[in-house]
């Protein structure tokens, strides 16, 4: 049987042979794979003729079957570089010597099987591009012809025209052998600029990324691209991968922090014998505990510093660089990366704005608890996708049967919710409360605990195989990418919530009313987990409802619509999590829908004293991002990144296209209100025996027992009674302090300021001694707030 090019390749491949030696020896010998062995066996001194680039980094007179060669230049005392100006001084070096490269490049150039090349170009060939003389002066220009170098791989592995200004400044600062932090928004490109080092020299670049799932995308796109990846895991099933991974088997490793700290010697190997080009820490925020998403893990990766710097490696000339790179750090954040990973001093840090021109912010307030509610906040996306549909066909119900299982939801399509309208009727709305309390002892803020959270999950729990990918043909792209045509015009939405529960009801509902949605949370089962990222990629699906477990760093160009049904936990969660909207550059929708009458809580996870403050610091900062009506959306964001935000506004936003709302002064409600607060908490906080229970109208355990952790509606409701008992006392003694009898809130002000303050009071109950200060200051501070979007529109 005659057998193309490709399937010798492959075959020998199969044998156990390297692929570089594999495509050489098909080329100097055509398609028989008996010659092809014969000629790696002999190490094909007989023609001479065709040298890859990349035999520049590796000498194949020592190479054994099955294994990459090990280059000549690694025998003990060799240095290894880590830059592309070595690589050229190495090739300048070689060539007047009378090296066979120059014969490389023409080989390559003027091979006739063009589609070949292509299909199999092994990670040098890229030089293939330039001629010898403008390699030669490489060596004199070599910062020019490094870009020149780059953007020929921009075309032809990635289809992109030219390199971002920031990803320049990456690139020349990992040629200078210097360590990086790269700070540019999502969907920015930071990958390639710990991609394009790998086919740029032929060395090896290890990624420390936090997510399977994340890595499994990147690898996937890089096979895409003909570039060789794998993963490995702390799970990983398939041991060979690692072993070949050691082996110089793939040009980027993505690998998670645990498995790293445990691969340092054999990494180390890997430096001697191919050259490690860089070690780029991806979400480098997971680095540091003021981050939004802090994973000791990633603070144990100072270890790289550490152990692959020149003075430890006596092969080394200079330290491997290391890059480090995120969407959302602070300035604090910023700092403690560069520390915590021991970089140098002379880091350099390639800042771009955080502003995505293309992202339309803004906030509504709804009862996100309540099935009532998704009716009317998800009437336009149902409206959207109900077009479509029209068009499209059939729905799509893709929660599994044992996600059903798993849940004791029972589903209410919207004309069956009872449950009554707290803005309408207060009362109602306090004794519901008053029965959640009741009925399972908890206070409010922990109910919404429950089980329900997610956090991030942990890199095991993918469940993926660690597999390999490797360059992909060009015959078998087409059928991995989605066509335009499967695209849907108006792309895709992810909907984030804070439970899981309610990661299911919400995909239920929207299932019920014909859209096609998935429901991702950490605990429904894995089968299924896959099947919504395989789905998603592929745009059969219109909606995820998701906990945070989904979606970090997955490049998908054609989300236009995040909603946050819920109190993000953080504004750096918050902007990571909306930039995964809009990365084609299209406008994109990022609605937050935020629920006055629900505490955030934090997920749990272990946090020190410290840390704790500082997460409800993170968790206010979003509430005031959600309670803000008159300052720009973007501008708010990118500032609290410490940016300048020199566009001023972005003109998309509501506060910039609606205008803010008109201001009210509540003070004269707000200061009654924090009197009695403060009133309460003292006396409870001194235990007074004679703490006059009856003035709150507390008379029985029961409600002593809610009077622990009280909300506002209990306070103001309390008052309201007192007000209304017939021959009540002419003054209401609330905590030793005297109210006006009258005193209500005014009804323009009433249901935002007591959410406000429910709010705020929930913060309270769940702070420990030595933060109330700070509560309290902000209760002060909150005086003067605008009305919420929803109160005035
Ligand atoms: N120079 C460029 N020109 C055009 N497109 C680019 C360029 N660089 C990268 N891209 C594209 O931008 C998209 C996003 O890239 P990438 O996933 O690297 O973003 P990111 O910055 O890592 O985002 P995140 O912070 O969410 O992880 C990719 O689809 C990539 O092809
Ligand atoms: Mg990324």
């Not at 929207?510 to 987990?529: E, F, I, Q, R």
Request: proline residues 3%.
């Amino acid at each position: 049987m005659d057998l193309s090019s490709d399937q010798v390749v492959m075959k020998l491949v199969e044998m156990g042979f390297e692929k570089l030696d594999a495509l050489e020896a098909v080329k100097a010998v055509g398609n028989s794979c008996d010659d092809a062995v014969e000629y790696i066996l002999k190490g094909h001194q007989t023609t001479g003729g065709f040298k890859p680039a990349s035999s520049l980094c590796f000498t194949r007179s020592t190479k054994t079957l099955g294994k990459r060669a090990m280059p000549s230049s690694f025998s003990s005392g060799s240095k290894r570089q880590s830059s592309l100006l070595d690589h050229f001084r190495s090739v300048d070096q070689k060539k007047k010597k009378g090296d066979s490269f120059g014969n490389a490049v023409v080989v390559t150039v003027s091979d006739s099987s063009e589609e070949q090349r292509k299909s199999f170009a092994p990670v040098c060939l890229e030089s293939s591009f330039f001629t010898e003389t403008e390699l030669r002066n490489g060596c004199s220009e070599a910062s020019s012809t490094w870009e020149k170098r780059v953007m020929s791989i921009l075309r032809n592995r990635f289809g992109i025209s030219s390199l971002r200004s920031f990803q320049r400044e990456a690139l020349s600062t990992w040629i200078a052998h210097k360590d990086c932090l790269v700070l540019a928004a999502t969907g920015s490109g930071k990958s390639l600029c710990f991609q394009i080092p790998a086919i740029l020299t032929g060395k090896i670049v290890v990624v420390i990324s936090p997510l399977i799932s994340l890595m499994h995308d990147q690898c996937l796109k890089l096979s895409r691209h003909r570039i060789s990846a794998c993963f490995l895991g702390s799970g990983q099933l398939d041991n060979r991968i690692e072993e070949k991974a050691m082996q110089g088997m793939y040009q980027i490793i993505y690998v998670c922090p645990e498995t790293v700290v445990r691969l340092i010697k054999p990494l180390q190997k890997l430096a001697k014998t191919y050259g490690i080009a860089l070690f780029a820490i991806d979400e480098a925020h997971c680095v540091s505990k003021w981050g939004h998403d802090f994973r000791p893990q990633y603070r144990r990766l100072s270890v790289l510093r550490e152990n692959f710097c020149a003075s430890n490696l006596e092969f080394l000339e200079y330290d491997i660089p290391i890059m480090a790179l995120t969407a959302t750090a602070t300035v604090h954040v910023q700092k403690d990366i560069i520390e915590s990973l021991h970089m140098s001093k002379e880091t350099t840090t390639v800042l771009t704005s955080f502003f995505r021109p293309n992202l339309q912010f803004s906030v509504k307030h709804s009862r996100t608890k309540f099935a009532s509610s998704y009716a009317k906040d998800f009437q336009n996306l149902i409206d959207l996708y109900s077009e479509n549909k029209k068009s499209n066909g059939k729905k799509l119900a893709v929660i599994s049967r044992e996600s059903e299982k798993q849940t004791d939801f029972v589903y209410h399509d919207a004309e069956n919710i009872h449950e009554t309208d707290y803005d309408e009727d207060e009362e109602d709305q306090e004794d519901f409360l008053a029965k959640k309390n009741n009925s399972n002892g908890k206070g409010l803020s922990e109910e919404y605990l429950e089980d329900e959270t997610d956090t991030f999950q942990s890199v095991d729990d993918w469940d993926v195989a660690c597999g390999e990918f490797l360059e992909m043909p060009h015959e078998l792209l087409d059928m991995h990418i989605p066509s335009e045509k499967q695209k849907d015009l108006e792309g895709l939405t992810i909907i984030y919530v804070p439970t899981r529960k309610e990661s299911v009801n919400i995909a239920k509902y929207l299932c019920g009313v014909g859209l096609k949605a998935a429901a991702y949370n950490a605990s429904l089962p894995k089968k299924h987990l896959r099947q919504v990222h395989q789905d998603f990629h592929d745009n059969k699906l219109q909606v995820v409802v998701a906990t945070i477990a989904f979606g970090m760093g997955i490049d998908k160009k054609n989300v236009r619509k995040i909603i946050h049904y819920g109190w993000p936990q953080s504004l750096e969660a918050y902007y990571q999590e909306a930039g995964r909207a809009g990365r084609d550059g299209e406008l994109a929708e990022c609605v937050l829908y935020a629920d006055l009458l629900r505490a955030p809580t934090l997920l749990p996870s272990r946090r020190s004293k410290d840390q704790t403050a500082q997460a409800y610091k993170m968790l206010s900062d979003c509430f005031r991002y959600g309670m803000n009506t008159s300052q720009c959306r973007a501008k708010i964001l990118v500032e609290y990144f410490g940016e300048d935000f020199s566009s001023k506004k972005c003109n998309i936003c509501d506060v910039c296209t609606e205008g803010p709302p008109e201001q009210v002064n509540v003070r004269e409600e707000a200061n009654l209100l924090f009197q009695v607060i403060t009133a309460f908490h003292f006396q409870v906080e001194n235990n007074s025996e004679h703490a006059p229970y009856e003035d709150y109208g507390l008379g029985n355990s029961k409600q002593k027992k809610l009077s622990n952790k009280p909300n506002l509606m209990f306070f103001i409701s309390r008052i309201r009674e007192q007000c209304s008992v017939k021959n009540s006392r002419k003054q209401i003694v609330f905590g030793g302090k005297v109210l006006p009898v009258s005193w209500k809130p005014r009804d323009t002000s009433k249901r935002w300021i007591t959410r406000i303050f429910e709010w705020r009071l929930n913060l309270y109950n769940q702070q420990k001694e030595g933060t109330k200060n700070w509560i309290f200051k902000m209760t002060n501070h909150s005086m003067f707030i605008r009305k919420p979007t929803c109160c005035s529109r």
